[in-house]
């Protein structure tokens, strides 16, 4: 039966290839809408990664906080659970960072007899605790202690990056929904003529006592199938948007093999849904 069903299927791709093909097209078009955002969301959380793994929280100590008030402080927060080290940087060490990393600075303190930079306690926090959330709360606690002056973690841009992530995660979600209820549409259409132009056969199949099952198998089939192929040209399309963009505009980084395997069998299963939920609509008109 899954011979027959399988070349029922193929013949489906001789006798209505327009349909087919135009089917395939608007899968592939939904798919890599999804891709292409994919492709966005993927580097752009890469970048967010990058980003985290540099994320530190500064905390200014006053200048008359007390060296053991500082060693208490900096051992009470190396505790914290969202804490991956404590670095305590004195005003000295600030000074000569300074001076290497800022070459201004020497031209506009040079002259200055004394030291203007506060010492520090540089925090760094341990991997997935570096959200803004996460590192908002750290903060909020090592404000809290007398020894801290002020703490800045840069939460303007930390904010600014995760609101993209978060927009481009949505953005994906909507196309991609909307040019797959399009594809579906199409897909239920192409079925739907291929049910009436076999209207005859079928009706005899059902009159030989063929369950619904095995007339729709060869349908579903053909909706699979469809599903590969505008799958696959979607993973087409997503390369060569990647290679060209890669090349002209900045180096971007190729999706992780399971987001791409998963991409296929979401376009083969949407594929095959699209075409069962037609089958057992149109069927009953047969």
């Given at each position: ?156 841009w930390l904010d600014t990056v995760y609101l ?123």
């Amino acid at each position: 039966m899954m011979s027959y069903a399988l070349r029922e299927a193929f013949n489906a791709f001789r006798r209505s290839p327009l349909l087919i093909g135009l089917s395939a097209m608007m899968i592939a078009i939904s798919l890599f809408v999804v891709g292409l955002f994919g492709l966005a969301a993927y580097n752009i959380r890469l970048v967010i990664e990058d980003v985290e793994a540099r994320v530190e929280i500064v905390a200014y100590l006053r200048d008359d906080a007390s060296p053991a008030d500082i060693r208490l402080a900096e051992t009470d927060i190396r505790a914290f659970p969202e804490v991956r080290d404590v670095r305590h940087v004195t005003r000295e060490q600030a000074l000569i960072i300074a001076r290497q990393e800022l070459p201004e600075f020497a031209a506009l303190f040079g002259d200055l007899e004394g030291n203007p930079l506060p010492a520090s306690l540089e925090i760094a926090l341990r991997p997935h605790q570096q959200g803004p959330a996460a590192v908002a709360a750290v903060a909020e606690r090592v404000r809290m202690y007398p020894v801290v002056e002020d703490v800045t973690y840069g939460q303007e841009w930390l904010d600014t990056v995760y609101l993209l992530r978060r927009v481009a995660a949505v953005a994906t979600a909507v196309l991609g929904s909307a040019f797959a209820a399009v594809a579906a549409l199409i897909i239920a259409s192409a079925i739907r003529l291929a049910i009436f132009a076999r209207r005859d056969e079928i009706s005899i199949m059902q009159l030989v006592g063929a369950t619904d099952g095995f007339i729709r198998r060869p349908f579903v089939l053909e909706g699979m199938l469809t599903g590969i192929l505008g799958a696959l040209l979607a993973l087409l399309l997503t390369w060569g948007a990647f290679r060209v963009l890669s090349r002209s505009v900045f180096d971007l980084q190729w999706l992780p093999p399971h987001w791409v395997f998963a991409g296929v069998i979401a376009g083969t299963l949407f594929g095959a849904a699209a075409s069962m939920l037609a089958v057992r609509r149109h069927l009953r008109d047969v």
